[in-house]
């Protein structure tokens, strides 16, 4: 009986080093979480695309690289996905921002209750403080 050939994977393929040099710099930096989304979409090209001007179209291109390379900076430093890494980054840099406004108050040595005035809840007018 004769040896079937073995078929390389894609990924092996003759071509593989040519579609590799090919490929944008953000594709090949994505996160595998983040190429694996990309390989899932399945978006027709809308109207307006397809009518758009030449400058239009890389515009949209120059934005949509930006916007992808941002995304795969965030996967990156951000612990797992963005949806799960931004609620601690909003937390460390809240804690960071109390923690500066308080050293600044404190250089300026003023104090919450030195301030005179405050803003009425909801109308904004300036109040004083009564002691």
């Not at 120059?62 to 612990?79: G, H, I, K, N, R």
């Not at 909003?90 to 960071?96: P, S």
Request: proline share 10%.
């Amino acid at each position: 009986m004769p040896e079937t050939p073995v078929t390389p994977p894609v990924s092996r393929s003759i071509h593989a080093p040519l579609i590799e040099q090919s490929l944008p710099a953000w594709v090949t930096a994505a996160t595998a979480p983040r190429r694996a989304q990309f390989k899932q979409a399945d978006a027709p090209l809308p109207d307006w695309y397809l009518q758009a001007t030449p400058a239009q179209r890389k515009a949209l291109g120059d934005a949509a690289v930006a916007s992808f390379s941002a995304q795969t900076d965030l996967d990156e430093t951000s612990p797992g996905s963005y949806e799960v890494g931004l609620p601690s980054i909003i937390a460390d840099e809240r804690a960071l921002i109390v923690k500066l406004t308080s050293e600044a108050m404190q250089r300026a040595k003023l104090q919450r209750t030195e301030i005179p005035f405050h803003l009425a809840q909801g109308n904004g007018e300036l109040h004083q403080n009564r002691k």
